[in-house]
């Protein structure tokens, strides 16, 4: 059974930072893609970055120069470092994982709030 475990979401003052992780366990089969994705209240869920197994990335252009994802393969984690948070990072803040044979797991998410 693979589980995500994802950590570091908290309560931040606008300018703050914040270093969320995301912790698979179980028999993957070999993990792909990791990536993180939000959601904000009444709004739909969007990517806001990932990074493949070759360590390309991506990055919503909401969060570009501020955020940065990172991965640790021994580990089975992805990080996403915030920097600079602004009040619209407000969200929950979902990991998500897709092996070699293209299954997608998903984290439980974990809250994120900035205040003003």
């Known amino acids: 059974q693979v589980q995500l475990v994802e950590s570091g ?61 990172s991965r640790d393969n021994a580990k089975k984690t992805v990080y996403l470092q915030m920097n600079s948070l602004k009040p619209e990072d407000t969200a929950v803040y979902y990991c998500r994982i897709t092996n070699m044979l293209g299954t997608l797991y998903w984290g439980q998410g974990t809250q994120v709030t900035v205040s003003s």
């Open 9 to 69: 979401g908290g309560l931040v003052q606008a300018g703050g930072s914040l270093r969320l992780s995301c912790a698979a366990s179980g028999n993957i089969f070999g993990i792909n893609s990791m990536g993180w994705y939000r959601q904000a209240p009444g709004k739909q869920r969007e990517l806001v970055a990932a990074i493949t197994s070759g360590g390309s990335t991506t990055y919503a252009d909401s969060v570009k120069g501020r955020f940065t994802i």
